[in-house]
């Protein structure tokens, strides 16, 4: 009887398990970070557990004692998003930028930006005619004076560069893109980087290759004020 009772237990545990599913191990990963002061940063990357619930974007800030999270609000109809770069004016002025992915499955450049009390989500504006793209990186001089660096136009199922390096500003209220020239025929460029000492002067950096390959030169982007001016560099 002992040996039938014990049988029928093991089968009972295997049938209902051993009790509530648990919660998969965090998965996060942090790309870029910004600290107005020493006890206030703040942190941008991704939950990779969040990528398939409509989330993924991840914001991590400190105190000076203790780091907490946050899963910003997420573009209307997206399907998964991303932050890959921050910068903070002041403690309650923050710009993060990245990308989310929309109904369509089309990557779209993205932008969190915090007043001191809420993240609140937008989209860039990019060039007309563009078919989507990311922001890696952003710079703010000020609450209401930021520059923001990606690429558009890219194949995001293909592994190699087939970008175009593209460039965003704002103001406090709303993006306006700037025009970067085209990388030239058979070439793809991106920017990665970007800091602005001043209003009419930012400089970005990236890669310009060619197209479809990881190959390429390292690429410095000028901002006067009007227009960004490109050059390779050494």
Same mark, same amino acid.
């Given at each position: 009887?002992?040996?039938?009772?014990? +049988?029928?237990?093991?089968?009972?545990? +295997?049938?209902?398990?051993?009790?509530?599913?648990? +919660?998969?191990?965090?998965?996060?990963?942090?790309?870029?970070?910004?600290?107005?002061?020493?006890?206030?940063?703040?942190?941008?990357?991704?939950?990779?557990?969040?990528?398939?619930?409509?989330?993924?974007?991840?914001?991590?800030?400190?105190?000076?004692?203790?780091?907490?999270?946050?899963?910003?609000?997420?573009?209307?109809?997206?399907?998964?998003?991303? #932050?890959?770069? $921050?910068?903070?004016?002041?403690?309650?002025?923050?710009?993060?930028?990245?990308?989310?992915?929309?109904?369509?499955? $089309?990557?779209?450049? #993205?932008?969190?930006?915090?007043?001191?009390?809420?993240?609140?989500?937008?989209?860039?504006?990019?060039?007309?005619?563009?078919?989507?793209?990311?922001?890696?990186?952003v710079s703010c001089r000020t609450a209401k004076s930021c520059v923001?660096?990606?690429?558009?136009?890219?194949?995001?199922?293909? =592994?190699?560069?087939?970008?175009?390096? +593209?460039?965003?500003?704002?103001?406090?209220?709303?993006?306006?893109?700037?025009?970067?020239?085209?990388? =030239?025929?058979?070439?793809?460029?991106?920017?990665?980087?970007?800091?602005?000492?001043?209003?009419?002067?930012c400089r970005a950096v990236g890669q310009l290759g060619p197209y479809?390959?990881?190959?390429?030169?390292?690429?410095?982007?000028?901002?006067?004020?009007?227009?960004?001016?490109?050059?390779?560099?050494?």
């Open positions: 009887m002992l040996t039938i009772a014990a +049988a029928g237990l093991i089968a009972l545990t +295997a049938t209902l398990g051993a009790g509530p599913a648990k +919660a998969p191990p965090p998965a996060n990963q942090l790309y870029g970070v910004s600290c107005p002061s020493a006890n206030d940063c703040v942190a941008v990357g991704i939950n990779e557990n969040a990528e398939t619930s409509g989330g993924g974007a991840l914001i991590q800030s400190w105190t000076g004692k203790t780091w907490t999270s946050v899963a910003p609000k997420a573009p209307k109809g997206a399907l998964s998003t991303d #932050l890959l770069g $921050v910068s903070c004016a002041t403690a309650k002025s923050c710009v993060a930028v990245g990308l989310y992915l929309n109904s369509g499955g $089309v990557a779209v450049p #993205l932008a969190e930006t915090w007043n001191g009390k809420t993240w609140t989500p937008g989209t860039p504006a990019r060039p007309k005619g563009s078919t989507g793209g990311q922001l890696d990186n923001a660096v990606g690429f558009i136009d890219a194949d995001f199922n293909d =592994g190699g560069h087939t970008g175009k390096a +593209a460039a965003t500003a704002w103001n406090g209220r709303s993006w306006t893109a700037a025009t970067v020239a085209a990388p =030239g025929k058979g070439k793809a460029s991106l920017f990665n980087e970007v800091s602005c000492p001043a209003a009419a002067a479809n390959s990881d190959e390429g030169s390292g690429l410095a982007g000028f901002w006067n004020g009007k227009g960004w001016g490109l050059r390779t560099t050494p």
